[in-house]
C-alpha cells in the first residue's frame, strides 16, 4: 500500500501554520513569509523556482525529501487560492504560474467543484467535493502505486490526521509567536500516541519533527 506523507508543514511555537487574513497578495495571511524562511535559501526551493545554487545541510536534506516517491497530491482550496464560496474567477490558476512545482495530479479539495485544469510539467488539477477516505482514494489511483502527498493548508492536513490516515508527517516549528490564525493541532489530543516522534534542530533555527506511523 502507498503511504500518505505531509512535508514541510511549518507551525510558529503557539501551533499556528498560517496567519489571519489570507488575500492575493498575502498567500500566509499576516504571517507573511515568517513560517517559510527557513525554507527559501535551500537547494530544493531554489531548484523548484528555476534558479541554481542554495544551501545545504539540515533544512535542504528535510526540505528535498517532499518530492521522491509523490504520485499525487491532495490539498485545500485555500492553499490553491485565495477565494471562498462560490467560484467569482474560474481563470485563477493557483499561486504558481503555468508550471506548478507537482509534476503529478493534484486533487483540490472544494464544496465548489470546477473543470479540471491541465497546466505545464504534467500538473492537472481535479476540484472535489469529498471527503479524506474518498479524496485519498482518488488520488491512490491516480498516483500509480506512488505515495500521495497531503499538501495542506492546516486544517486539509489536520482532516487527514483526524481520520487516521498519514503515515509520515513532517512539521517545522518555527520560532516565532503568530498569536493567529489557522491552528494545526487543534482536537488532535494524543496524536504521538500513533507515530514514532523524532526531532533535529537545525542552526537556522526551526525544529524538525518527524511523525512515523508505528
Do not use: C, Y
Amino acid at each position: 500500500m502507498s503511504k500518505v506523507r505531509v512535508h514541510n508543514l511549518a507551525v510558529s511555537l503557539d501551533g499556528f501554520a498560517t496567519g489571519d487574513g489570507q488575500s492575493l497578495e498575502a498567500p500566509f495571511g499576516h504571517a507573511g513569509g515568517r513560517l517559510m524562511e527557513w525554507f527559501f535559501p535551500t537547494r530544493t526551493f531554489q531548484s523548484m523556482t528555476g534558479k541554481d545554487g542554495g544551501s545545504e545541510g539540515v533544512d535542504n536534506a528535510f526540505a528535498s525529501a517532499w518530492g521522491p516517491g509523490i504520485g499525487a497530491e491532495i490539498m485545500g482550496r485555500n492553499k490553491f487560492g485565495p477565494q471562498r464560496g462560490p467560484w467569482q474567477d474560474e481563470e485563477w490558476t493557483g499561486w504558481w504560474g503555468d508550471d506548478p512545482p507537482f509534476h503529478t495530479p493534484v486533487f483540490v479539495l472544494t464544496h465548489h467543484p470546477r473543470p479540471t485544469l491541465a497546466m505545464e510539467g504534467g500538473n492537472t488539477f481535479h476540484f472535489v467535493d469529498a471527503g479524506p477516505a474518498e479524496a485519498l482514494a482518488l488520488a491512490r489511483e491516480a498516483a500509480g502505486g506512488l505515495d500521495v502527498r497531503i499538501g495542506g493548508g492546516p486544517s486539509t492536513v489536520r482532516q487527514f490526521l483526524a481520520a487516521d490516515l498519514v503515515d509520515h508527517l513532517h512539521v517545522v516549528v518555527v520560532p516565532i509567536i503568530l498569536g493567529r490564525g489557522v491552528r494545526l493541532w487543534d482536537g488532535l489530543e494524543s496524536l504521538e500516541d500513533r507515530f514514532t516522534v523524532e526531532s533535529v534542530t537545525s542552526p537556522s533555527g526551526v525544529t524538525h519533527l518527524t511523525f512515523t506511523r508505528r
